[in-house]
């Protein structure tokens, strides 16, 4: 089959943001997620978690709750300020300032009509959520303390208020208090220090459920302000002032709780007698997937989604609410985003890494010798520090395959530069005057002569920007048929110069003439989400990846899919293909061999070749092993269409240079977990 | 390797009187291994304690009296007997200080020579060739003395020996037929050995040459002159010299000492002691004897008495056990620290070995004087002799009790102590080569239990012997091999085994948790084909009885080397072999089901002894099975296994880079930040 040789790069120290809220829409079947550095993802819950919107965060706003109002995402944060997204075009609508201070709780109820926040000043505040914002009705009676949690009655007529020590029941309609629960704080040492009711739910029968510091989940009545019931869900004697008991509940039936241990607790609401109607809320399961604490959980229809410090989303399926097991409902740890942080020049050897607020560029090292790991003789070198202007995050970035152009976009501007490479001195030169249309962009591409910079933007349009020495000048817009407006997150562009494919999250992909300018074709819309595509380099074929772990080969030419396509679809793919967990996140060629096809996704790489043919369920699907064990001749008949490698963990990019050597960057898990804080202490034994 | 060691003076030897040039008559062991009786050719009889080199007694006829024969010690009554004057016997006890105050007997005929033969009576033998026992004799000592030999004729006279016996008392005379043209022996020396009695006679010319005689002649009333064949077993270089006298004494079954001949390489010098190995006709050892040699030589309990110049050298020797390594020289010796150190050492083990000779020969002799002895006794006795006897003089004895008891049962056809065998085999001191005779004797006799013990007992049966036992057991009729009593633990076995199959039978075929291995490509490829049984369950039935299975399996348990079993197992018959398969892949598919496992039973067939026999069968009647249609069967289940064996060791074979991978991968691949690799993929 081949050698490849391969750079293996692990000095791209990217650092996934700890989870700081989740939150579920169970209608759009989405979550969403809130991560510490300010950036809100949605993933689709039905589409094996694809991550499909990303909103990049900004410096300074530490989000502290995420709320669906209908198919509309708010959040609010320690900067005062309740966001709602514009997740058609993936950014910031608006902020509205709550003037309560720092907000830590964000809750919308039920019937959709008005966002509750929790203010450090001691005020609940009550936002009329209209057609196009939302609109600040008025404040409950004011507290001594910070609200910490809130909770609607299903009803919307009352709300529970989680604070220092005690819990506030309000009257939304009077505004004023109807009963006040106190909570205990903890023994010994633990007394003075206060008890923070990290969160409340609010159950239609009127139980109110508390999770706080002390590591207790309580059980209240809220018409007689008691306590019914306690669960000590942490044995964590350690009183620190980070112990937080998020819970969210689903059914009225289920809760989770999650620990600073890194626990997830179930607690069912079933009846202790079989048969009989009394029905007690029990301590079901315990989970354990995280290594520090949790600071969000979520229940949705088949598992528990958690998320904490360790940046990881843990999906563990309830296995008693799945129908049919299968890969869609394994469990499931995304570590890393689904979307490419690397570029490469392919033609120079360069790569460009993307961090939240900088990007670097690499040189790759050289190698010489024979062997299956080489000499390297000169290493690689950091050519480039390019830190962001103003606040926001990036959000994509490029790198022309001559290495010459570099572009990145975030929310609100894009840059365009020019690098010098002079033998060791490297010099940038930013080109000013872009065209107005370069104002922002959801994602970027270069054309593979570097002639030509696509600029994905707004209403699923294509900007195109032909570079030369002097400068860029817009040349025009590629606008699809359809009427969908969302954002593209993938860019394809075809060897000759002739294609450029473009994929959104409506899962629509289309493609464009670029000679014409017109919109060609567009690829029928599947109902997964296209994770990574490529236009073959000689027939023109677009390949495409799905996240459903389908793969589709499609004819621009002819406008129809191949007939090899149709063979994959026909037969099926392996079983083993299907349940792999991550998705392929990049798709190359191999112009020495037309036929490969070569595809990764974080714990694997797969060159196929179309030529062979396609493993059945009763193949061998991990061959590679065997193959090398077999001698030559035999190779020929076990061998089939897929071969993976496993050699490489916690992949990020793979890119295949024109010198036909592979870049593999690798970010392996245990160096994430070492730069993460410590976790909570745990004493284990007598020490 | 034999060797002679650093030798001593036992005493001086008088001047020579007479005419045969003699200075010594003769030297007797003593009433001990230590002492020795020398009688010298003056007058005087002396006790000397050979490891002190004195001695502790000493008597002398008068004055005008000649000692005629070498005075010999009665082990039986422990007195002394010397003849005196040809005609008078002596008879004195250790403490007796004048011998002319001793027991005097005068016969009626000339005495030759009194032979003492340890734990028997001394028998007298008259010039005229009549014996008798010293007892009878002294009881009657004027009784007539028939005449044995004619008239010309004289002991030690021409080519002829003559062979008496006694109970019955049956004399045969031998001639003894060697090249014409030789003269007449100069030196005997006789052996018993096993049932035989080895006879070396010594030529002038050089020529060592043997007979072997049965100690019970077939022919026992035929009168007149048997020929006795003799074989040469060794030719002495000659010098220039000619030689007039010579000795030799053989001192164990391939070594010989000889006296009087010169030394292959010292030149014409007779002067030497050699110890010659007639199995290889290789000197082993060599000494030169300072002055003149009287060509006399005695032999007793590991040292060599040598009459020289003008004293009595004793010379102890040594001889290890005879193979062509040790011929040659090639044989590393066990380091010797010192002389001294060493003749203690070979002192206790030759005392050992004189002490088991006692017993055994009187053991032996015993049942061959009587004949009429029954089995029961000698059973009874074997068990009392293996009781007693001490461990390590029975390793010895054991095999020679051993061969004793095999060779009269070969010649007695109602004579077979089976229960002695039994016992002997149980001191596990017998091996195959100590009494080669015995597992063939047990097969004519059709005594499987003993062959059974036999297979277990014995590391070195030859391949030929164990194809033919194979043969006999193959070709008993089961029915009558049911009856046959054996070893209960192999039958246990047995029974297991195909129990194990009925009891699987009974829970549908598989025993729990068993899956059977996918075997055949098309069962495996296809699931339609699920009514096919799994090919293993097929034919289950055991081919043989319980005991000739118990049997076969001590066969298969057996060390062999294939090469030379191979051309033996040719000469099983057809129906033989495609039994002996069948009850083999009946083993195999048992093992296979992981049926012995089960069984708890000390000795069984290992599942590669079970192959390597199956290998061997088909080697050797391949051609044969592959045309016998009965066999057609048999030889495609056979093929069959085979292939889902290859089949099975493929497939290992692929995830043979799994299995690396993981016993590798323990060592992690640090290579810090960066590094550039060659993946390959295939």
Redesign the interface.
Known sequence: ???????????FDYMPSGIRALAFNRDIERIAVARMDGSVEVFHCSDRFFQEKIIPGREQCGIEGLSWVGERLFSAGLNGGITEYDLTNQKVKYTVDAYGGPIWTIAGNQQGTHLAVGCEDGTVKLFEVNEDKIQFERNLDRQKSRIISLSWHPSGSKIAAGMMDMIQIFNVETGHSVHRLLADRGVGTSRSKECVVWSVVYLSDGTIISGDSVGMVKLWDDQTGTLIKSHNVTKCDVITSYLIVPLEWQNEDSLVAGTSEGTVVQFQFISMVLGKDDKEWVRTRTFKNHTHDIRAVAEITTAVVSGGMDAQLVVRPLLDKVEVRSAASALRKIHFPHRRLVSCARKSGLMLFQYPGHLELWRL???EG?????F?KR??EKLLHLKVKGEDHIRCSAVSPCGEWIVYSTASSLRLYRLHCDNNNVSITKISKLPMVLSSANQLCFSSDSSHLFSASTQSSVHLVSLSQSGCKFVGTLKPKSGSHQAIHLLAASEDGKWLASANSDHEVHIYNLQTRKAHCTVPVYSSAVTAMGIHPTTNCLFMMYADQQMCEYSIEQKQYTDWSRMVQRKGLHRFWMERDTPCLNVMFNPQHPSHVILHDTYMLC?IDQSLPLPDDKT?FYN???????PEEQ?KS??HAF?V?K?FKDILCVELMSDQS?VVVERPLEDVASQLPAPIKQKKFAT | MATLYEGYTLCGVGPVQNSSNIGILGVEQGRDIDYVLVTDSSRSITVYKVSDQKPTGSWSVKQGQIISCPAVFNTQSQEYVVVTDDRVVRVWKEDDVNLEKAFKATVSADVLRVLSATDSEPVVLFCCGAVRFLDSLLASPQQPIEDVLTEDEIIRGEHCLYVQRFNPNTLVKHRIETEPGLSAPISFSATCRGSNIHLLYLYLNGSVYESVLPFRSSSTGAEGVQALSCSLCLSLPLGEEKLMSGAAVVLDEAHVAVIGFPHPSAGACKDYLCIWNTHFQTLQASKEMAGRIYSQLWCYSGKLYVPHGKMLSVIPFDCQKSSLAAAMGKLKQTSRSGKDFSSDIYEMLTCKNRKTCQNTFCLIFKPLQMDCSLVEDVQAEVGEFIRRAPQADLQLAAGRVALELVSRSQTDANFYPQCAFLQLLETRYLCYSVCPELLSLAMVKKDFHLCQIAFQIFSDIPEAVTCACLKAILSTPDLEMETVNLDTDSVIFMKELTQAHSRSDEEGGQLNGFCPPALESDVSDTPSNKLQRDPLSLDMSCPVGLHKGALLNEVLQTAYSDRSLLPHLKDLTVPQVIVFLQYLRFLYFKYSHDAHKQIRALRTPSISQIIDWVCLLLDAHFTVLAVAPEAKRLVFDLHKFVRSQVKLYAEL??????L??LKNSKQSED????????????
């Open positions: 089959m081949g050698e490849f040789k391969v750079h293996r790069v692990r000095f090292g050289e190698s024979k062997g299956s790991s080489l390297v290493n690689p060159i061998q590679q092993l065997t193959l090398k064990s077999l190779r076990h061998s071969k490698c050699t592979l | 074979g692929k995830i043979e880079g799994s690396q991978v290579f810090g930040m960066y590094a550039i690799q060659v993946i390959e993929l295939f």
